[in-house]
């Protein structure tokens, strides 16, 4: 893979409310990592990553400069809780507005209980913004000095843990970053959490994109209209429910208008479901099925994402990490993990230099017709204080040196892959670093094209990441042999991830296949009121079958 990465922008969508989880926290670590004052020290680590690959610099009607994600996230009604769905960025109304000489009657609804977190957060916010007014009276250093705010030293994001496992209901309960007034689009036609009306089916989410294709779009092209060199796409989807036929649908929408532009999907999935009925999880196998062939068709490349290791239905078991206890049933805690695997995963495409393309990424893994690619991490990357990174590296043995967080993948045989290290300490400019991982990778894996990105940053998880690490994890993410105190927080971590385009997705693919070819897609009304037929069925399932024979040593040449 070509080492060169030009900068360009990238346009995050997030499709459903799991992705949107998992999206919160993601966009939760990257600002964690921002330094507004570094510190000579700080400096180098500091111009890494380039931010403005996935964020964009604007300024409210009051004239507050703000920096917020390039993000279209789409969930149903009802699904943000305290968060309003233009942000609070642009809250230039208030009842003081009102200009009406008649009668006024003013019904107010309670509002819902800010958690310790946000109540914080909304501290902090209303002192920066008094500062900021203050500014035009005092000269530049001084009101520099008021705004720089941010960094881990702030009480609210560093030292301060907060217990947040019983308080999150929706992601918008845990958000600590800022979002533009076109990012939150909710669609009215569904209710979250309905107990009348499920949007469960395929077929609800394709009739849910032509109905508001309107409202998609102009969001989409706010974005993408002020890019100066899109580069592409990132799409986190459920896919295992309506919003996997949104994702399907928006997906070619963007191949079909932004056809020279790359589209990574990113289809995420629950450990467990609220509902584990026979007809629940039918509906999830089909959905998974029509997901996977549809997003397979319309994007440069997929890679599933869960932590239920053995089922596409979830509900069979939760995958292992040796230094995480956290719990599979809240999606606070399986959504945080998907996230730090994003994050470092998406590194080579978001460095200031020494980075990816990702339409070169997609194009390498996805060669020979596989449309699908795994991923993998080790998380933390179990490193001991003062141990060289060779030795670390060889400390994991004959074992694959990360878990696998795609459905039925076990090991990393296959054409390519691409590993990204991060939060290790190098000599100057990480080239010991990059040495080091080539040689273990050409030594470990000498039959695959392997590239590999080695970042000096660590994984930034203050609050609100939930507190999942094991106790011989230190405060800075390194095994110790040391207990850490329940009192103590973990800041940052070390993180190894692999994207592959591992032969075991074509066993993946076959067991989503096989669980699906039992069916008679005529007896599940829901999908058939909803435009399936039996013939479009059987068109998907064959081409499933066609996308996992690329994985097969015939096909492959391996």
């Known amino acids: 893979m070509a080492v060169a990465n030009q900068g360009k922008e990238i346009v995050t969508l997030q499709i459903g409310h799991y992705s949107n989880f998992v999206g919160t926290h993601w966009w939760n670590l990257q600002e964690a990592s921002f330094i507004y004052s570094p510190s000579e020290s ?62 006024v009657t003013l019904h107010q609804s309670s509002a819902t209980k800010k958690n310790k977190f946000l109540e914080d957060l909304e501290t902090r916010d209303c002192t920066d913004v008094k500062r900021l007014k203050l500014k035009d009276n005092e000269d530049e250093k001084e009101g520099q000095a008021c705004v720089s705010y941010g960094g881990e030293k702030d009480g609210v994001f560093g030292p301060r843990l907060y217990d947040l496992d019983n308080c999150i209901d929706v992601w918008s309960d845990f958000s600590r970053v800022h979002l533009h007034r076109k990012s939150v689009f909710l669609a009215q036609q569904y209710q979250h959490n309905s107990d009348i009306e499920f949007f469960d089916v395929f077929g609800q989410g394709r009739q849910l994109f032509h109905a508001t294709i309107g409202e998609v779009e102009e969001r989409l092209r706010f974005f993408t209209e002020e890019c100066d060199n899109l580069q592409g796409f990132q799409l986190l989807v459920d896919q295992y429910n309506g919003f996997g036929g949104l994702g399907a649908e928006i997906a070619q929408y963007l191949q079909d208008d932004y056809s020279h532009k790359a589209i990574l999907t990113l289809p995420v999935s629950p450990t467990l479901y609220q509902n584990n009925s026979i007809y629940y999880d039918t509906c999830r196998t089909v959905n998974n099925v029509l997901s996977m062939s549809n997003l397979a068709n319309h994007s440069s490349l997929v890679v599933p994402m869960s932590l239920a290791p053995g089922s596409w239905k979830g509900s069979s078991g939760a995958v292992s990490f ?114 080091v991982m080539r040689q273990y990778l050409e030594v470990r894996y000498p039959s695959q094209l ?109």
Request: net charge negative; charged share 20%; with cysteine.
């Open 450 to 558: 392997n590239a590999s990105l080695v970042v000096n940053s660590p994984c930034k998880v203050s609050s609100p990441f939930p507190h999942i690490f094991a106790a011989d994890i230190s405060q800075v993410g390194l095994l110790s042999g040391k207990q850490r105190l329940p009192t103590t927080g973990v800041e940052s971590v070390p993180v190894m991830t692999c994207l592959s385009s591992a032969s075991d997705i074509g066993t993946s693919l076959k067991n989503l296949h096989a669980s699906a070819k039992r069916f008679d897609i005529r007896k599940f009304h829901k999908f058939v009121e909803t435009g399936l037929d039996v013939d479009e069925f059987r068109e998907v399932m064959d081409h499933l079958e066609c996308l996992a024979e690329n994985y097969t040593e015939r096909q492959s040449g391996l």
């Open 322 to 435: 040796p230094h995480l206890t956290y719990k599979s049933q809240l999606h606070y805690h399986t959504s945080a993990i998907l996230a730090a695997v994003l994050d470092t995963t998406s590194l080579p495409w978001r460095m200031t230099s020494d980075g990816t393309a990702i339409s070169q990424i997609t194009d390498s893994l996805s060669a020979g017709g596989r449309a699908v690619a795994a991923v993998g991490a080790s998380l933390p990357f179990p490193m001991p204080p003062d141990t060289a990174l060779l030795k670390a590296l060889h400390g994991q043995g004959e074992v694959e040196p990360w878990t696998w967080l795609t459905p039925f993948c076990l090991s990393t045989r296959g054409k390519a892959h691409m590993v990204t290290l991060r939060g290790i300490a190098t000599d100057r400019g990480g080239t010991t670093a990059d040495a």
């Open 42 to 103: 700080e400096r180098e680590d500091y111009k890494e990553v380039n931010h403005d690959v996935l964020f964009r610099e604007g300024i409210t009607l009051t004239g507050q400069q703000t920096y917020t994600p390039r993000l279209v996230s789409i969930d149903l009604k009802g699904s943000l809780n305290t968060l309003r769905q233009e942000g609070s960025l642009y809250d230039i109304a208030s009842s003081d507005d009102i200009r009406w000489a008649g009668d």
